[in-house]
């Protein structure tokens, strides 16, 4: 099922939708990573509203779709926010976030809401799944691609590396990896945890095809997703230099990390103001 590209204008205004919807089920639920996922917003919104991912929210098993993973999956907000937004289930579910018994888990748990691609969360595992959706999507003869989305911090795991390797050896062109290189991870800054700058040529040395984009500049993210759809015998990677918490970082400028924290109710008003 061919998925129309909105226009630049119309995905950013989508995206910003999205970043309402991240702040206001978090902040209900008192717990989650908004800034997490609000630095990929700009990302997930060009994949889904950008006629890059081939989807049927009303056939989520449909055999031939494509594959999105969100391998850091703490930012589950952003995935439920665009989830919803595109039909697979009903907005009215986004304020259960983290409630017992809401399929609207801490992490993306496939095996209770239709249209999640993979159980994540447990950081550098996203990429592996993707090597095993590509390959076998080659295999079935399918033109079904991959896009895996990843934090920088988890670039760091040792089975991210095997999955490279993997990939460029059987030269999966169908799959893409995005790493939201927004400088942070649980502990503190990505440069002073593990310093992995500059990634692109990691990516290619290991086989890959890679770009280095703005990725809060939509048409960039456009660009980058239809050179790699375009490139052919390897696979590709789009590193996305991102900001946490964008564009909410001059409000959250003492804590840029603010990891794992909701914003509280005075701080979502004020937010939610400035994304009127």
């Keep these: 099922m061919a998925t129309p590209r909105l226009s630049v204008a119309d995905i950013q205004t989508k995206a910003k939708q999205l970043r309402r919807d991240i702040i206001e089920c978090t902040t209900a639920a008192g717990s989650g990573h908004p800034t997490s996922s609000l630095s990929a ?10 006629g890059i991912l081939q989807y049927d929210a ?3 098993h449909w055999p031939q779709r494509d594959r999105f993973i969100l391998s850091k999956g703490h930012a589950a907000p952003l995935l439920y926010a665009v989830m919803a937004e595109v039909g697979y289930f009903s907005r009215d579910l986004l304020p259960t976030l983290r409630q017992i018994g809401s399929v609207l888990e801490g992490h993306p748990n496939m095996r209770r809401l239709p249209g999640v691609e993979a159980s994540t969360g447990s950081l550098g595992q996203g990429l592996s799944i993707g090597v095993g959706c590509s390959l076998a999507a080659k295999l ?8 895996v989305v990843t ?7 040792g089975q991210v590396w095997e999955a490279m390797m993997s990939a460029e050896k059987y030269k999966l062109d169908n799959l893409v990896c995005i790493v939201d290189q927004n400088g ?12 992995l700058k500059p990634l692109a040529p990691r990516f290619e040395a290991f086989g890959w095809f890679a770009q280095e984009i703005d990725g809060h500049d939509v048409g960039q993210v456009l660009a980058a997703l239809d050179k790699a759809a375009a490139t052919k015998g390897r696979p590709s990677a789009i590193v996305a230099r991102t900001v946490k918490g964008y564009p909410l970082q001059q409000m959250l ?10 914003l509280t109710k005075d ?3 004020q937010a939610l103001a400035l994304l009127a």
Excluded: C, F
């Design 41 to 50: 917003t700009d990302i997930v919104a060009a994949l889904y509203y950008g």
């Design 58 to 60: 009303k056939n989520p």
């Design 140 to 147: 079935d003869g399918y033109p079904t691609r991959t896009y």
């Design 151 to 157: 934090g920088d911090g988890e670039m760091a795991e």
């Design 184 to 195: 942070y991870q649980q502990t503190g800054a990505t440069k002073d945890v593990l310093d």
């Design 253 to 262: 400028a003492s804590d840029p990390n603010h990891h794992g924290k909701p």
């Design 267 to 269: 701080e979502a008003t």
